[in-house]
């Protein structure tokens, strides 16, 4: 499974890339095939929320934490500190990781929007 990333580089700047998140087989059920499944570290709580629907960018920042963001309803558009922008589609997973540096601008779609976040552990890697 192909996802995306923002990471920022040793000098603070943010960039996009591409990675694989690992899967391993998992035999969920006796009578169905096998499903490939990721293999995280730990419990983190996972995070619902809304963004108001008056706000349409948040200018530089950091993201809190290393986190998948999924949003559930609405466009999500990320610039990196290059001026690299990329516009992702509900459902469609990120993985933002630039913890330090200067960040990144993120802007919603119009409306309130609605937005999964799941924690992952910084031993946690794409391939």
Not at 30 to 42: A, D, H, K
Not at 54 to 69: G, I, K
Not at 81 to 90: L, Q, Y
Request: glycine share 8%; with cysteine; hydrophobic share 40%.
């Amino acid at each position: 499974m192909r996802i995306t990333r923002i990471y920022a580089d040793e000098n603070g700047d943010s960039h996009f890339a591409t990675g694989e998140v690992p899967l391993m087989d998992l035999r969920l059920f006796p009578e169905l095939p096998l499903f490939q499944v990721t293999r995280l570290i730990g419990a983190n709580p996972v995070k619902l929320f809304a963004v108001p629907a008056e706000l349409s960018v948040a200018d530089w920042h950091t993201a809190p934490e290393r986190q998948f963001t999924v949003s559930l309803n609405g466009w999500v558009e990320y610039e990196t500190s290059g001026g690299d922008v990329r516009r992702f589609n509900p459902g469609e997973i990120v993985l933002v990781e630039d913890t330090t540096g200067r960040g990144h601008i993120t802007r919603f779609d119009d409306g309130e929007q609605c937005f999964l976040h799941i924690p992952v552990p910084d031993e946690w890697r794409l391939v």
